[in-house]
């Protein structure tokens, strides 16, 4: 069981399509993140929110859009996607020590298998 | 950039066999945290080493954190097959609060 709530659990979408992912935690954790992850790769990051305030977006293209309405919810708008978009998408979050603070472990959600035809 | 290597990348063992998996840093980490995915799962922390030359034991897990804080090992003892998964390990740059780097990863099976 997971404390990160991510739904839904898997998405197939065309590439036209506007889709959203969506993550909630009640832990009270200041720090949310997206990760993507590709079958038998590690988790590369994609985006971190501190305080509700994007801090990190590491190149990530724009058809790429997240969004974080409070501190418990995190979204990931997904427009015009490619198929090599195709992975896994995991939220994460973290009790946050600082503005941004990768010291607290990192809690993942159940992650969204996300395939584009 | 940082990198951390993570050897090996698969390793299939007996039941009751030992496993240790490795990680390697290029520069100096503050500190380094252990993940565990099941076969179609998510990550889940494990465990968090801070200091240099740390050893911490979580039942048949051990892990280690290098006297130069550059290396880290995870050393399960007599295997079970709820072992199975891929097992991460996330470095945190001596200096940086910004990205932990993860290992590639090494596969575990364990045949019964």
């Known amino acids: 069981d997971t404390e990160v709530t991510q739904t839904p659990k898997h998405l197939v979408m065309g590439m036209t399509n506007k889709k959203s992912l969506k993550c909630e935690q009640h832990?009270?954790?200041?720090?949310m993140y997206w990760y993507k992850q590709k079958a038998k790769k590690p988790p590369e990051l994609m985006f971190v929110?501190?305080?509700?305030?994007?801090?990190i977006n590491e190149s990530v293209p724009s058809r790429f859009s997240p969004e974080c309405p409070n501190s418990s919810l995190l979204n990931l708008h997904l427009h015009a996607l490619q198929p090599e978009d195709s992975a896994l998408y995991l939220c994460a979050s973290s009790q946050s020590t600082g503005v941004l603070s990768y010291n607290s472990p990192l809690h993942f959600g159940n992650g969204t298998r996300l395939t584009v035809t | 950039g940082q990198q951390v290597m993570q050897i090996p990348q698969y390793q299939h063992v007996q039941e009751g066999e030992d496993f240790t998996t490795y990680c390697n840093s290029s520069t100096t980490l503050s500190n380094i945290q252990w993940y565990k995915q099941r076969p179609g799962g998510h990550p889940v922390f494990l465990i968090q080493?801070?200091?240099?030359?740390e050893v911490k034991k979580q039942k048949r897990l051990t892990f280690q954190f290098g006297e130069a804080k550059k290396n880290s090992s995870l050393h399960i003892t007599a295997t079970q097959t709820t072992d199975v998964g891929t097992y991460f390990c996330?470095?945190?740059?001596?200096?940086?609060?910004?990205?932990?780097?993860f290992g590639k990863g090494t596969l575990l099976t364990v045949n019964p």
């Open positions: 832990m009270g954790h200041r720090a």
């Open positions: 996330a470095g945190l740059r001596g200096g940086s609060n910004y990205k932990l780097t």
């Open positions: 080493l801070v200091k240099s030359g």
């Open positions: 929110y501190s305080y509700e305030k994007l801090s």
